[in-house]
């Protein structure tokens, strides 16, 4: 079964740091790029960063630019997010979702989308 | 501009069709995917590219492309589509992703 488990969300202080943890399993995970993706209570869906398969290429939000990082050990089949400076507007559930992507012949663009997501945890920022 | 549009919410009488709407420029060059969210569950994919649905998703759904609107329609709603609906697609640079912000379906 093609499963996405994320971990390591909890209470953390303005200014204070945090990694989360997302465990693949079913699917050759060194073959897909992944992303995550956060909703704030209450609100929409926000996507965060992204890395493709290999690491070489990774992509942020503007709003977590400089403050988070995301990595991959595929060895491990993880991916993770380390998340510093917090302010209280990242407070979300973050949910990691694996990226499929395919070229479109018609249109010479490649079609892109998050086909499996995990079940979120969730990161609370107050002091 | 990178941003989707959505109407915040859209009703549907049970059985009748219905169709989410979503505008961006971006989306003249790349397809929109689609995302189901029920109150207190992760997102699902429930149409992507052109009009492609995942194995598990009912044929009531279906996606279009117009310029730069695409739909989701839902033909003869059922109870159990009322849910919030997510539009998402790339960002100018093709390589940022940007999500709508969201339509929220009742089905009366």
């Known amino acids: 079964e093609v499963q996405l488990v994320e971990s390591g969300g909890g209470l953390v202080k303005p200014g204070g740091s945090l990694r989360l943890s997302c465990a693949a399993s079913?699917?050759?995970?060194?073959?897909?790029?992944m992303n995550w993706v956060r909703q704030a209570p209450g609100k929409g869906l926000e996507w965060v960063s992204s890395?493709?398969?290999?690491?070489?290429?990774?992509y942020y939000a503007d709003s977590v630019k400089g403050r988070f990082t995301i990595s991959r050990d595929n060895a491990k089949n993880s991916l993770y997010l380390q998340m510093n400076s917090l302010k209280a507007e990242d407070t979300a559930v973050y949910y990691c979702?694996?990226?499929?992507?395919?070229?479109?012949?018609?249109?010479?663009?490649?079609?892109?989308?998050?086909?499996?997501w995990g079940e979120g945890t969730t990161v609370t920022v107050s002091s | 501009s990178s941003e989707l549009t959505q109407d915040p919410a859209v009703s549907v009488a049970l059985g009748q069709t219905v169709r989410i709407t979503c505008q961006g420029d971006?989306?003249?060059?790349?397809?929109a995917s689609w995302y189901q969210q029920k109150p207190g569950q992760a997102p699902i994919l429930v149409i992507y590219?052109?009009?492609n649905r995942p194995s598990g998703i009912p044929d009531r759904f279906s996606g279009s492309s117009s310029g730069n609107t695409a739909s989701l329609t839902i033909t003869g709603a059922q109870a159990e589509d009322e849910a919030d609906y997510y539009c998402?697609?790339?960002?100018?640079?093709?390589?940022?992703?940007?999500f709508g912000g969201g339509t929220k379906l009742t089905v009366l």
């Open positions: 979702a694996r990226d499929t992507q395919y070229y479109d012949i018609l249109t010479g663009h490649t079609v892109r989308y998050m086909d499996v």
């Open positions: 079913g699917f050759t995970f060194s073959s897909y790029n």
């Open positions: 890395i493709t398969g290999s690491s070489s290429y990774i």
């Open positions: 971006n989306l003249r060059t790349y397809f």
């Open positions: 590219g052109r009009n």
């Open positions: 998402n697609s790339r960002d100018s640079s093709g390589n940022h992703l940007v």
